[in-house]
């Protein structure tokens, strides 16, 4: 008997995509459809006529169909209330009336998850602090819709368990060899959780619907109008975290980039709309290094799913270790 072994991974062809789109959809001829990317999900280019789209097909088990379904109809209310947002595109041929925005697709590893959205605009204004300032006002826009709509997100919450303990969890066979690293992330990670406690409740509005990944990567700019889009890790969490993932993302390429004008542009945004505390503003560090620590335990999720471990070795650790420290240095939290 030959042995069948599971497979943790396939990839649709896309000339069999481009079939499934024509059933489902009222696009416009000639329709391409080409692979462009992989991450979490693949991410397909679809050309209709003279209109770009970008469709996402989630790896199996990472979300259920509700969680899509809850999305969709997330992103749409956002868009109706003034949210620029990529919004999924409806089919013309749902088989279930009530979801005509999510598919299934059945691969080897289990069941997918498609949806297709529109593309977001991308001609940005070289005015980078004027961008930084719209894009933090429509996060705290976002933030107040959401308060007012009382979405519901049956994702797990964007807590302690998924920024702390289960990245701890998942990093630490990659770190057996390297102990004090592994101690550092620990330990970092418990006072990091105590010094948010200290200062911040989970009660709105410090506390509520977040996008959860909101970083350069996930918006486009039309002039100095942000377009967002990939909701894929949002749930409900504090609003410093949500803040805190464009300074994060940023710093990676200006280690000095809290100190400039474009972050306090981007914060004076958010607090045209609501004003932050000071406490939420010294926990933005504090869960910028949890953000850290949740990539990297993403990382290492990765591995398990859809990618190789060539790159996740000792290099990869010396870089990121940098990193989490310099957020615990931030907070007054590296020990000597």
């Not at 009336?97 to 593309?119: H, K, M, Q």
């Not at 979405?151 to 390297?178: C, H, T, W």
Request: glycine share 6%; hydrophobic share 40%.
């Amino acid at each position: 008997m030959k042995l069948a072994p599971r497979v943790r991974y396939s990839q649709f062809n896309a000339e069999n995509i481009k079939k499934e789109l024509l059933q489902r959809y009222e696009l416009e001829l000639p329709l391409s459809c080409r692979f462009y990317d992989f991450g979490m999900n693949d991410i397909y280019l679809i050309r209709a006529g003279n209109t770009n789209y970008y469709l996402r097909i989630s790896l199996a088990g990472i979300h259920q169909r509700m969680d899509y379904l809850e999305e969709m109809n997330i992103i749409k209310t956002l868009a109706e209330r003034g949210i620029r947002a990529a919004v999924p595109v409806k089919m013309a041929h749902a088989a279930d009336s009530d979801n005509p925005f999510v598919w299934e697709l059945a691969a080897p590893e289990g069941i997918r998850y498609a949806a297709l959205f529109t593309e977001a605009p991308k001609q940005p204004s070289e005015d980078n602090e004027s961008c930084a300032f719209h894009l933090g006002r429509m996060l705290a826009m976002l933030h107040r819709i959401a308060d007012e709509e009382n979405f519901r997100v049956s994702r797990e919450p964007i807590d302690m368990m998924q920024l702390a303990e289960k990245p701890l969890a998942g990093i630490r066979p990659y770190l057996e060899n390297r102990p004090a690293d592994y101690r550092c992330l620990k330990e970092g990670a418990a006072k990091l959780k105590i010094f948010i406690k200290d200062r911040l409740s989970e009660a709105s509005p410090e506390y509520g619907f977040c996008h959860g990944d909101l970083h350069s990567g996930n918006v486009f700019f039309e002039g100095v109008d942000p377009t967002i889009f990939d909701f894929d890790c949002m749930g409900y969490g504090w609003r410093a975290y949500d803040i805190c993932v464009y300074a994060w993302d940023e710093s990676f390429q200006n280690e000095k980039f809290m100190e400039g004008n474009t972050w306090k542009k981007y914060l004076e945004g958010y607090e045209s709309v609501r004003p932050l505390s000071r406490e939420e503003k010294e926990a933005i560090p504090a869960f910028a290094a949890l953000r850290e620590l949740w990539m990297i335990g993403l990382h290492a999720e990765v591995m398990e799913k859809n990618a190789g471990c060539c790159w996740y070795q000792d290099d990869y650790f010396d870089y990121q270790l940098k990193v989490f420290r310099q957020w615990l240095n931030r907070c007054g939290l590296l020990s000597e």
